[in-house]
């Protein structure tokens, strides 16, 4: 089929790249966490569904959706930084198992609460952007999916810059490089580490307000954005920001094909195997030298 | 010795006349039979040999399926069966039932065995969270999938066969208690045979250093592939069990239940004390107790419980109650404290 029809592999491919964008964006604040702190966040997902809802309730009391963009985060940054004072300040210490199961806990609390504050109804937010059409009307673009890649790669330069440039910034670098010597020279850690953790929830409210622009949220869909971006994140490694942004293109492009080739419902699951195969995969090749995965 | 002996003697009697004491608790009581398998198994992988595994819900998934195929497949065609919903147009006669939950069992319990077997040494390779998220990529990937196949009922779901008409009303709780009992039974004897073997304390020495136990001549994916195999081989035994038990298999409620039972398993073994013979039988009982007098009364709220839960567990009660005990009654678990080196460690710290 992809290659009998091109025009669906051309579609096929872009909208994964576009996809992809926004998955980057996610792994992104998945890879900044896990390089700082050293916990991997299994809420992530969870993070992103709530930021989109914020969007969408504002879709609902009249407010243009893609306002989102820039309530959500700031929104989703005080609920990232309450997060850590009451959770993962805990955990951040510990073994890696630890904060997987802790913030599965969360995950699990998350999605009900969702649940019950929002309704099991799989929601978009209409952003009114129409479509593009190109090749004769053969590739469907939404306009919404494009604005949504533009934005997703503003908000990545704008962190990139803000990282190197601004004290935070420079002060989460240095305590991701050696935490205890930032601590001598007179980072207050604590506070490093609650901004860290706020600013991956704000960028998961941007990526949150986006896909309730461009796809669907719903309470329980969380899961597949967490597996996404740590599969994204083993493949280009931490602080590897073009490759994050390439690999999250190329699992958008794999989705899509899954979903063309093996139909819908499988495509969380080829995401979930992929994601099997592809450690694996590492696995296989560093044991070669004898070396396993850390 | 003498004194366990009477203990494992209460315990076994009160087993056998559970359900003929509180009538009203056989599938609950049945259930928790089933969680101490889960919990006893998940204890070999997480508690002794370090590997903590979201993933060994993927055996339970595959037995809870295969036992189920079976009965149905050897006597009636399977996909007929899915397609009509089931009971409607076939039904089982008690021979019929029987034989096919025996021969269901088996199969249960082999094949995820094998299937374990065959993936351990790509995934057993795998190391600290790593593995945890890989098993847990699993056994979402395997609820997607089987949520997606036709001859096992896809998204509407498997309802296995009914009991048949045979010994009147309370026969099928009684049947399906006894079931779950001697595997409870025949898991917690292999579990502790274990405890007394140099196996186990093959595990250990791969949970404490995985290099070192290497270095020291000791085939470690050799010993963790026949871990993993054992808890498989109990863990889908479990999952053929329950299938009947609750008499209706969906793919990603029922069977392949991450969120659920894939949770349970870990958290029951947590709460009771990682690496101990009893902590998760302990650990399953209190669990099972809390959670259904929290899913009972505060209906709707249970995930918000179960997901508090999780987090105080895991942060402030990481050791669990056979670990508490232990801190606070060091002489019976024959440990000698010496009281002056204690002070000297308590005043180096």
């Known amino acids: ?294 | 010795m003498n004194k366990n002996l009477i203990l494992y003697a209460a315990i076994l009697i009160f087993g056998v006349s559970a359900p003929f004491i509180f009538p009203a608790f056989k599938v609950q009581l049945s259930i928790l039979c089933v969680l101490i398998v889960l919990a006893l198994t998940w204890n070999i992988q997480g508690g002794e040999m370090g590997y903590n595994t979201f993933g060994n819900i993927l055996f339970y998934g595959l037995g809870m399926y295969l036992c189920a195929s079976v009965q149905v497949g050897m006597f009636f065609p399977l996909a007929e069966w899915t397609e009509s919903g089931g009971e409607k147009t076939f039904v089982h006669t008690p021979a019929q039932f029987f034989q096919g939950m025996a021969m269901g069992l088996v199969v249960a319990a082999v094949v995820p065995t094998i299937v374990a077997g065959l993936i351990g040494y790509a995934i057993l390779g795998l190391r600290g969270h790593y593995f945890a998220i890989c098993t847990l990529g699993l056994g979402v990937a395997a609820g997607e999938i089987s949520g997606g196949i036709e001859i096992i009922g896809a998204g509407q779901g498997f309802t296995t066969p009914p009991f048949p008409d045979v010994g009147g009303l309370e026969s099928r709780g009684e049947f399906f208690y006894l079931l779950s009992f001697v595997a409870l039974v025949l898991t917690f004897i292999v579990v502790r045979a274990i405890y007394f073997t140099r196996f186990k304390l093959i595990l250990n020495a791969i949970r404490d250093n995985e290099d070192k136990a290497e270095a020291m001549g000791i085939q470690t994916m050799k010993y963790k592939i026949i871990g993993w195999m054992i808890s498989a081989f109990f863990c889908g035994l479990a999952g053929g069990i329950m299938g009947g038990l609750v008499g209706y298999i969906d793919s990603t409620d029922v069977a392949f239940d991450g969120r659920e039972m894939g949770v349970f398993m870990v958290l029951m073994a947590i709460l009771g004390g990682k690496g101990t013979l009893w902590g998760p039988v302990i650990g399953a009982t209190v669990f099972h107790i809390f959670k259904e007098g929290f899913w009972t009364f505060f209906l709707g709220w249970q995930y918000v419980a179960l997901g508090v839960l999780i987090v105080v567990i895991v942060i402030y009660f990481p050791e669990g109650i056979m670990g508490w005990l232990r801190e606070k009654y060091p002489e019976r678990f024959g440990e000698v404290i010496d009281e002056a080196d204690r002070k000297a460690q308590v005043e180096l710290k």
Request: with cysteine.
């Open chain 1, 1 to 294: 089929m992809v290659f009998q029809y091109p025009m669906i592999s051309v579609q096929a491919c872009l909208d994964g790249i576009l996809l992809g964008i926004l998955f980057a964006l996610i792994a992104y604040g998945m890879a900044l966490q896990w390089g700082v702190m050293n916990i991997i966040n299994i809420a992530q997902g969870d993070l992103v569904i709530l930021g989109g809802y914020i969007a969408y309730f504002m879709y609902l009391y009249g407010i243009h959706p893609a306002w989102g963009v820039i309530i959500s985060p700031i929104i989703m940054y005080f609920v990232g930084v309450g997060l850590y004072k009451l959770v993962i300040n805990k955990v951040v210490d510990r073994d890696l198992f630890i904060s997987i199961l802790a913030t599965f806990g969360i995950s699990i609390l998350f999605m009900q609460l969702m649940n019950f504050a929002f309704g099991a109804d799989v929601v978009l937010a209409n952003s009114g952007y129409g479509t593009t059409f190109l090749f004769d009307s053969a590739v469907v673009l939404p306009n919404s999916k494009i604005f949504s890649a533009f934005i997703s790669i503003l908000f990545a330069i704008c962190l990139v810059i803000y990282m190197k440039k601004s004290k935070l910034g420079r002060a989460i670098r240095a305590t991701a490089q050696n935490a205890r010597a930032a601590k001598i020279l007179g980072v207050d850690t604590e506070k490093v580490y609650a901004a860290t953790f706020g600013i991956n929830a704000a960028l998961c409210g941007v990526a949150g307000a986006l896909i309730s622009i461009t796809f669907t949220i719903h309470p329980y869909m969380g899961l597949p954005y967490t597996i996404r971006s740590f599969m994204i994140v083993i493949v280009a490694g931490l602080g590897n920001l073009p490759g994050v942004a390439l690999s999250g293109m190329g699992l958008g492009v794999f989705e899509e094909f899954a979903d063309y080739i093996l139909g819908t419902e499988f495509r969380i699951g080829a995401v979930f195997l992929l994601l099997v195969l592809i450690l694996v995969y590492r696995r296989f090749k560093l044991s070669r030298k004898r070396e396993y995965l850390k």
